[in-house]
RNA sequence: GGAGAGAUGGCCGAGUGGUCGAAGGUACUCCCCUGCUAAGGGAGCGUAGGGUUUAUAGCCUUACCGAGGGUUCGAAUCCCUCUCUCUCCGCCA
């Protein structure tokens, strides 16, 4: 969410900032919106102010004893006078909160104009992709001679679900536990075990609503609130400090968490359909930080490099890209994608996701820190996946197969894998 | 699932219809005193909005005592619904 002042004070430019993203800004309606907020805020406020005050004179004259008659005939008509001015304002409030609700975040000035991901920038690339003298498998191919099952999942659950058998399902493990093991110990993150299921406060902190909701898988409840499966571990993490104003000296907060994430792909019918790219359950680790303001851009950076050290760590040749407007997510004012090599794909393919939110997610959540004024401040978020676990096994079957059919893995993953050095087929 | 108790400011804790945004304590900030990491004295100290303004200063004002409704001229206080916490019983990975 921005900051509303932003829109009264400085409304054309911040629509110019926007449509650097390709939003554009319906100004005359929130000018409208706007003037007549104000005319109703005004006017209810009075009469609520001259209703406390002939309460007060109530009060004071029934102390002493004295007759009221006069002052409540005074206020007889008050009451619903001020219920108008009260449901007209609530009424108009809806729509204006909703339309703030819906503007995404205001990009970064690094960041490059553009609408689609072919205006994106390749800031580096690490690895050279290995070259094959034998005919290239994707990962479907790979996987199936060592556990990996997409009719038995189709079975369990339907499309777009994944079973892992024996030595695939523990180098699944054997990743997620790799890398938070990596981002605790030489990282500095502290881990932590969240929900699964959130309430709809914990999605629209973070800006999966309103906007977003067909994205979400939810869980329908008789008495309470219907609860919602994450859809990244950024949602339980972020949302930690919702509400709160954290203690100066205890900033940054470093969070990461292994978890599975859900997302009903609405509206990507027929894209990725084969294979493990893109599944409704998968799972990640997500790296977040909760920063000073003046912190967040190099955090970023370094929250990238973090993610990009378990790619190294892996052997996975990658390439950093800086999205351009168009192309960043709602929420995010700047997003480094880091894209792994898929050689059956011979492309590059996203397998970690980095922004800064400034203060767009901590403004909704009220999410907050004392400054060196001792005035509370909003935080700023930056998060990351570090890596998405199952995307990293597709990529670790597709780089490290051998001609036989095995899969050498990396090193750093053998004491993960009780010794094992290479997936040999017919597990 | 059954029975009961509770939810107040950073924390503790008073307050059951009226000058309550809320006593008191504690923490924190500033000042004084004290010759020394203690004690004492004084002052200040919630959040989010709106109006005014060059102003994130000041002034005026609104809302907020778990959440949402209701009663009333007036609600932290009364009524209803919900959420959460605690205690006891039952069940359970």
């Not at 900051?3 to 390709?22: E, H, P, S, Y």
């Not at 996203?350 to 909704?364: K, P, V």
């Amino acid at each position: 969410m921005l900051d509303i002042q932003l829109l009264r004070n400085d409304l054309d430019g911040t629509a110019a900032r926007l449509a650097a993203r390709g939003y554009t800004l319906d100004t005359a309606r929130f000018q409208t919106l706007e003037a007549e907020r104000k005319q109703l805020q005004t006017r209810t406020q009075e009469l609520q102010a001259k209703r406390n005050a002939s309460s007060k004179q109530i009060g004071m004259a029934k102390a002493k004893g004295e007759d009221v008659s006069a002052i409540m005939a005074e206020i007889a008509t008050l009451g619903d006078e001020l219920k108008v001015a009260e449901t007209a304002l609530e009424a108009l409030q809806a729509p204006l909160n909703t339309l703030l609700m819906f503007i995404p975040n205001l990009p970064h000035e690094s960041v490059p104009a553009g609408k689609s991901d072919a205006d994106n920038v390749e800031i580096s690339r690490v690895g050279t992709p290995r070259a094959f003298d034998f005919v290239v498998k994707d990962h479907v191919d790979v996987g199936a001679a060592l556990g990996l099952d997409f009719e038995t999942a189709t079975k369990l659950a339907g499309a777009r679900f994944s079973l892992l058998r024996g030595g695939l399902a523990r180098l699944h493990r054997a990743l997620a536990q790799f890398m938070l093991d990596t981002h605790t110990g030489a990282h500095g993150y502290t881990e932590v075990y969240v929900p699964y299921l959130v309430n709809s406060d914990s999605m629209r902190g973070t800006g999966q609503l309103p906007k977003f909701e067909e994205d979400l898988f939810h869980v329908p409840r008789t008495d309470a609130e219907k609860l919602y499966l994450i859809p990244t571990a950024e949602v339980p993490l972020t949302n930690m400090v919702r509400d709160e104003i954290v203690a100066r000296e205890q900033l940054p907060l470093q969070f990461v968490a292994h978890t599975p994430c859900f997302r009903s792909e609405a509206g990507s019918y027929g894209r990725d359909t084969r294979g493990m790219i893109r599944q409704h359950q998968f799972d990640k680790v997500e790296l977040v930080q909760l920063v000073e303001p003046a912190q967040s851009y190099a955090t970023l950076e370094t929250l990238t490099g973090h993610a990009e050290a378990i790619l190294q760590a892996l052997g996975l040749p990658y390439r950093k890209m800086l999205l351009c407007g168009g192309d960043m997510g709602f929420s995010a004012a700047k997003t480094y994608d880091l894209e792994v090599w898929l050689p059956a794909q011979n492309t590059y393919r996203e397998i970690s996701s980095c922004s800064n939110f400034e203060a767009f997610q901590t403004r909704r959540m009220q999410a907050r820190f004392r400054n060196d004024k001792n005035k509370p401040e909003l935080l700023h978020s930056v998060n990351g996946s570090g890596l998405a676990v199952g995307r990293t096994l597709v990529a670790i079957l597709e780089n490290h197969q051998q001609a036989d059919g095995s899969v050498a893995l990396p090193a750093a993953l053998w004491p993960y894998m009780g010794g094992v050095q290479v997936l040999q087929p017919a597990c």
